[in-house]
């Protein structure tokens, strides 16, 4: 709602010039959760690959039709062999979710999205190579190309395991009592969770990434290969394996993951307040108690918002507190 040309903040700057603005916490978390993600090279390089995927399949109309229809034939064929399970709100059509810079949650929806749909977006890609403009099939091409590499593969699992839990804790920071003491025990229980996943639960990944990439024909390397690192051949040759090096300690290398991780769990604190607010206001104020006034609205407002606390409390003690009082009127010193 910044409204810096017509919006709210224009209408307020015409009134009173003195008046400047200032980005709300909440959004300024959004963005400082952003950046320090991005200051790490391979998240950054990954993300980028990411949105170029999601902008070349959703480019238009036709595109985004292909897709739906893609993805309709991947789950008739998954249930068909007894690959995905049936029900009421399972295996609905969609499209690629796009990551906002100013949303970390949508980066997770953009992650999911993309492993539920990775073979119907592959063969909108083929179909682009195949029958689009010249500039097109080279765009394609190389997107393609760098969609089924293993390495794109591991990283978008493994991002969406991460993601997966972060955004668990986050959910549940927003349903409890919203405060910092919370949200830094949540800190501390995805390190741990975290941490299993790369001591415990690496093996069980990395199987997965297998499968995943052996249904749909992507190379598989040799893990017990030697790793070649180009880009430190100059500092010195070091002798690991492919599989040691997916599963180096460079955790200790990124210390911006820890602080990633705080941002992630803290963000609800400042944001769940507000979004409960108006989202109640949207249940209370319907369009036929449009009429209500602020006073009102606000109490009822309260009542809904806190009605845990509400429901706590004893009508019976309350009214025989209210008339204990010598004096109705309460004074506002």
Same mark, same amino acid.
């Given at each position: ?63 985004? !039709? @292909? ?7 991947? +789950?008739? $064929? %998954?249930? /068909?062999?007894?690959?995905?399970? #049936? ?57 393609? !190309? @760098? ?7 591991? +990283?978008? $699992? %493994?991002? /969406?395991?991460?993601?997966?839990? #972060? ?69 010195? $040759? ?96």
């Amino acid at each position: 709602m910044r409204g810096e040309f017509n919006g709210l903040q224009t209408l307020i700057m015409k009134d009173c010039k003195t008046a400047y603005y200032v980005h709300c916490f909440a959004h300024r978390l959004q963005l400082a959760l952003v950046a320090a993600a991005k200051n790490l090279t391979p998240i950054h390089i990954f993300f980028d690959k990411l949105i170029s995927i999601v902008n070349m399949v959703g480019a238009s109309c036709k595109r985004n !039709d @292909e897709l739906k229809k893609a993805h309709a034939d991947d +789950i008739a $064929h %998954l249930i /068909s062999i007894n690959e995905l399970e #049936t029900g009421p709100g399972l295996n609905q059509i969609s499209t690629l979710q796009q990551a906002s810079n100013t949303r970390w949650s949508s980066h997770f929806r953009s992650l999911s999205s993309l492993i539920r749909m990775f073979s119907a977006a592959c063969t909108v890609l083929l179909k682009v190579m195949e029958d689009g403009l010249p500039s097109q099939r080279a765009d394609a091409t190389s997107v393609y !190309d @760098e969609m089924t590499s293993f390495d794109f593969v591991l +990283i978008l $699992h %493994l991002m /969406s395991e991460i993601m997966g839990i #972060t955004d668990f804790f986050c959910q549940t920071l927003q349903r409890k009592s919203q405060d910092i003491s919370n949200a830094m025990k949540l800190v501390s229980s995805t390190k741990r969770l975290l941490q299993e996943l790369r001591d415990d639960k690496w093996d069980n990944l990395l199987e997965k990434v297998k499968s995943f990439c052996a249904a749909r024909n992507i190379n598989i390397p040799d893990f017990s290969a030697q790793c070649v690192d180009r880009r430190r051949r100059a500092r010195g $040759h070091q002798d690991i394996t492919i599989g040691h090096h997916y599963r180096t300690n460079k955790s200790a290398t990124y210390d911006l993951i820890f602080r990633v991780t705080v941002l992630v769990l803290t963000l609800p604190v400042s944001t769940a307040t507000a979004e409960r607010s108006f989202s109640a206001m949207n249940i209370v104020k319907t369009r036929l108690r449009s009429k209500m006034e602020d006073a009102f609205l606000s109490d009822a407002l309260m009542v809904f918002i806190e009605r845990e606390i509400a429901k706590s409390l004893s009508i019976d003690a309350i009214i025989e507190d209210f008339e204990n009082f010598k004096e109705r009127r309460i004074p506002f010193s």
